[in-house]
Structure formats: C-alpha cells, structure tokens
Nanobody, 121 residues
Framework: QVQLVESGGGLVQAGGSLRLSCAAS????????MGWFRQAPGKEREFVGA????????YYADSVKGRFTISRDNAKNTVYLQMNSLKPEDTAVYYC??????????????WGQGTQVTVSS
C-alpha cells in the first residue's frame, strides 16, 4: 500500500514557476513508477509526465515538454514536478500516482488527493 499527499499548488502568474511535491508513505515507494496527471474543470484527467522507479527515465506529454521536469528522491519517498513558464492552460488539479508507469490512468494503482494550480493571465 502506498499513500500519496501532494503539496505546492497555488496561484501564479503566467510565465511563473511552481514546484509540486508528492510525499509517499510505505516502504514500497521505490518499487513504483510515479506519474503526474492533471484535470481541468469539465475535462478528463490527462497525463503530464512520469518517472521510472530509479529516476533514470522520464517522459512527458507534448504540452509540457521542455517546461516541466519530474524528479524523485527515493530516500525521502518524494517525487517532484517542477513547472516553469506556466500558461493559463496549465490550470488544473494536479495528481500524483504510483503504478507501473506510462501515460494511462489505468496503469496507476494509487493516487493522491490532488493540489490546485491556477495560472492567471
């Protein structure tokens, strides 16, 4: 079992930056790939990016590539999402998830409660 708690969301102006954190409980954190997803009002949850269990591999949605960076610290049971050059269309609730990796919601077994990110124009 893994429990996930996101933090770091907030209100930021377009062009600004935020760093989200996702703290995991449980000794098996290192066994999981970690993903970040987001969901805007009235839209489906969409993939943002993911990182392998070791941190050696990352991949991103085209919409955030070059602007967002995922990292993890297995010693701290934490995964991060650094978001730069934020745009109003990045406004959403951001979720971290633990699972087998990939860009599909169904590949992830454990989810956090989400943290709101709002980008003003």
């Amino acid at each position: 079992q893994v429990q996930l708690v996101e933090s770091g969301g907030g209100l930021v102006q377009a062009g600004g930056s935020l760093r989200l954190s996702c703290a995991a409980s449980g000794r098996t954190f290192v066994s999981y790939a970690m993903g970040w997803f987001r969901q805007a009002p009235g839209k489906e949850r969409e993939f943002v990016g993911a990182i392998s269990w070791s941190g050696g591999s990352t991949y991103y949605a085209d919409s955030v590539k070059g602007r967002f960076t995922i990292s993890r610290d297995n010693a701290k049971n934490t995964v991060y999402l650094q978001m730069n050059s934020l745009k109003p269309e990045d406004t959403a609730v951001y979720y971290c998830a633990a699972g087998t990796g990939g860009d599909r919601v169904t590949h992830y077994d454990y989810w956090g409660q989400g943290t709101q990110v709002t980008v003003s124009s």
